[in-house]
């Protein structure tokens, strides 16, 4: 889909605005999207806590409960902890009633399909949802000024003047509580934080003790950041981008004398102004290449070339950029930088500002670095794709990453690929949220294969990735993070936590709608929670298959924490190692619900099972806690079941220590 035609309507979807006439396949599964994409399977709350109290093991759960309650609540203003009020709402629930966590996940997915699919400004709908699930207040923002008509060059670059101004005072007012030392201590030490977290999840083991200090007095100093003031300068551009803008250029642009040549820009370029804000470029209907960085360009179509920041915040100077493409079958290609000055970000990033990327139609290749593909640090980052077949490969906090502010990957429909090593797909850490958000399409993921195990495995690597949340053990809270991919046959392939999980005072989700999925890892995936951390994987429909090589995962919850897995429907395959399929230990709380179909297990010792909980003892080995660990294994529905291994079918288990295996 190359014509302005398909980009119209690319753009009217993404502003929630469909015109008359029979929308192309993207549009289509937008409103798609936007239905409720569960049947009527009952309250999986309601009935669980039903069953606990008809057998006697309710009061077992609300010991749990606020044993978890007080674990999550318990952080306070000391040397030890960096800030306590990033206990974030969602993350709590999940503690306080851990059978919640069903209902929050497809509240988080209903809200985020119909910002999709049906609300007005699909982009500034979803980055309100991820504003809400950072527990901020959004305020509507100010009309964007006075649409030029006639549209000209300079018309048009003085309207884009008006609204990076705008963002401009709203980001510096984010960032105003810091003294002029502070904010430059932050620029120069959050991306040494950032990489040092990638090499090791204690981020202060074994640090020098200057290093400890600087990180530490680095996380402290995000409690004086607006955070809302950050969401609402991304709201300020995103809303200059409507639909009055779209009509008038697709009517095309009035330029003046074509603009002298310059090193970074060729092919089809109509204007160009330098401004305090960046380079503002204009490019034309043929194919054009940019590798100029720019704080702005819009360009109307052809197949395209990006070797530069594309709509990325790349500097205290360019804390803004805006990039708008009509049409075309487009290469976006983030410059690698050099060891001594490395690129800091890529393709509609936010690294202490705003970055927003806007292809509206074409079958696209993105291939980014670090912090690239919808990444927000310390600022918001949105990268939204129209349509068409794409393939996104990129290194870490990626893809749907937000760390200290928003990320947002938002594909709208096509068959597409995603490729990421690590923090990606979907990462939420410390007061951030990320999401990767795929409307339609049989679409393939991939996490992994390059950060070395966590676990010492010579055969596997770190991931964490796919709907993962993460906190700072030992320091600082973490986020949330959420894949959602509204349907399609899709493959998510990772190694090492990932696919719905979170680690240490956080939450993740992979929300799946439709299709026959296949899901593969090895360690620590499908739901899952680990050192005090929430996870829940849906989905709601399919013929699926699971595969697990190592152990911990579908519904698995270790050292006070929650993991859920539910699998909706459909004639499933699943196939786990020990410690997996409804399994709680330590103060944890797993369980597994496949709700209906004739489906087939392999593996794992026990279903539904409750391990011990030595952790959280005092010096004399008495409990702290005070609390039990619950596992719980639900099969319902269907003809016969096959087991290879423990478990039967119509057999309902209860045993003393919480273990709980039930197949009707």
């Given at each position: 889909m190359t014509s302005l035609r398909h980009a119209a309507l690319a753009m009217a979807l993404l502003l929630g605005c469909l015109p008359a006439g029979s929308p192309p396949a993207f549009a289509q599964a937008a409103k798609e999207a936007a239905a409720a994409p569960y049947r009527d399977t009952g309250n999986f709350a309601e009935d669980l806590k039903a069953f606990l109290t008809a057998r006697g093991v309710m009061p077992a759960y609300e010991k749990l409960s606020r044993a978890l309650d007080q674990v999550y609540r318990r952080q306070s203003p000391s040397s030890e902890y960096a800030k306590t009020s990033y206990l974030l709402r969602r993350v709590a629930a999940a503690f306080t009633d851990p059978v919640s966590l069903d209902q929050e996940a497809r509240r988080t997915d209903l809200a985020l399909r119909r910002a999709a699919g049906t609300l007005p400004g699909t982009a500034q709908e979803i980055l309100r949802v991820a504003a809400d699930h950072l527990d901020l207040a959004v305020e509507r923002q100010a009309p964007p000024p006075p649409f030029p008509d006639p549209l000209t060059a300079e018309a048009l670059f003085d309207y884009f003047e008006l609204l990076f101004a705008r963002a401009r005072g709203v980001t510096r007012a984010a960032f105003s509580a810091l003294s002029d030392s502070e904010r430059a201590f932050l620029r120069r030490h959050a991306a040494e934080l950032a990489a040092r977290f990638v090499g090791h999840l204690y981020v202060n083991a074994s640090a020098p003790r200057d290093v400890a200090s600087r990180n530490l007095a680095l996380l402290k100093l995000t409690?004086?950041?607006?955070?809302?003031?950050?969401?609402?300068?991304?709201?300020?551009?995103?809303?200059?981008?409507?639909?009055?803008?779209?009509?008038?250029?697709?009517?095309?642009?009035?330029a003046a004398s074509p603009p002298a040549p310059r090193p970074g820009l060729s092919g089809d370029v109509l204007a160009v102004r330098e401004t305090e804000y960046g380079l503002f470029v204009l490019g034309g209907p043929g194919p054009t290449r940019y590798d100029e960085d720019a704080a702005l360009i819009i360009d109307l179509g052809g197949d395209d070339w990006y070797a530069n920041n594309a709509g990325a915040s790349i500097s205290a100077a360019q804390a803004h950029a805006?990039?708008?493409?009509?049409?075309?079958?487009?290469?976006?290609?983030?410059?690698?930088?050099?060891?001594?000055?490395?690129?800091?970000?890529?393709?509609?990033?936010?690294?202490?500002?705003?970055?927003?990327?806007?292809?509206?139609?074409?079958?696209?290749?993105?291939?980014?670095?670090?912090?690239?593909?919808?990444?927000?640090?310390?600022?918001?980052?949105?990268?939204?794709?129209?349509?068409?077949?794409?393939?996104?490969?990129?290194e870490e906090y990626a893809q749907g990453s937000g760390v200290v502010g928003i990320g947002l990957l938002i594909d709208a429909a096509g068959n597409d690929a995603y490729a990421a090593k690590l923090f990606a797909q979907g990462f939420g850490a410390v007061k951030g949220f990320g999401g990767l958000i795929e409307l339609g399409g049989d679409d393939r993921y991939l996490a992994g294969q390059a950060h070395p195990s966590a676990w010492r495995h010579t055969d596997s690597h770190a991931s964490m990735a796919q709907g993962f949340g993460i906190g700072h053990r030992g320091l600082t809270t973490g986020g949330i993070g959420v894949l959602l991919d509204a349907a399609g046959n899709d493959r998510y392939t990772c190694e090492e936590i990932c696919q719905g999980g979170g680690y240490f005072l956080s939450l993740g989700m992979l929300l799946d709608g439709s299709g026959d999925d296949q899901y593969d890892a090895t360690i620590y995936a499908l739901g899952f929670g680990l050192h005090s951390a929430a996870g829940i994987l849906i989905d709601a429909a399919g013929n699926d298959r699971y595969r697990v090589t190592k152990r911990n995962s579908q519904g698995d919850a270790w050292d006070a924490a929650v993991g859920i897995f539910i699998d909706e429907r459909g004639d499933d395959h699943h196939e786990a190692n020990v410690f997996g399929q409804g399994a709680g230990a330590q103060n944890g709380f797993g369980a597994f619900l496949d709700r209906a179909g004739s489906d087939t297990y392999v593996g794992v010792a026990v279903r539904g099972y409750a391990g011990g909980n030595w952790y959280g003892t005092d010096e004399e080995g008495g409990p702290t806690r005070g609390a039990?660990?619950?596992?719980?294994?639900?099969?319902?529905?269907?003809?016969?079941?096959?087991?290879?291994?423990?478990?039967d079918d119509d057999r309902t288990t209860v045993r003393p220590d919480l273990t709980i295996f039930i197949d009707q």
């Open positions: 409690e004086k950041l607006s955070y809302d003031s950050l969401l609402r300068a991304a709201l300020d551009l995103a809303a200059g981008i409507d639909g009055k803008l779209l009509a008038a250029l697709r009517q095309g642009v009035a805006v990039l708008l493409d009509l049409a075309g079958d487009d290469h976006y290609m983030a410059p690698a930088g050099s060891p001594g000055a490395p690129r800091l970000a890529s393709q509609g990033s936010g690294v202490f500002g705003v970055g927003l990327l806007f292809d509206l139609a074409g079958n696209d290749t993105y291939r980014g670095g670090r912090f690239a593909q919808g990444s927000g640090h310390f600022g918001v980052g949105v990268l939204f794709d129209g349509g068409g077949n794409d393939t996104y490969e990129a039990a660990s619950i596992g719980f294994f639900f099969d319902g529905g269907g003809a016969r079941d096959l087991y290879h291994g423990p478990g």
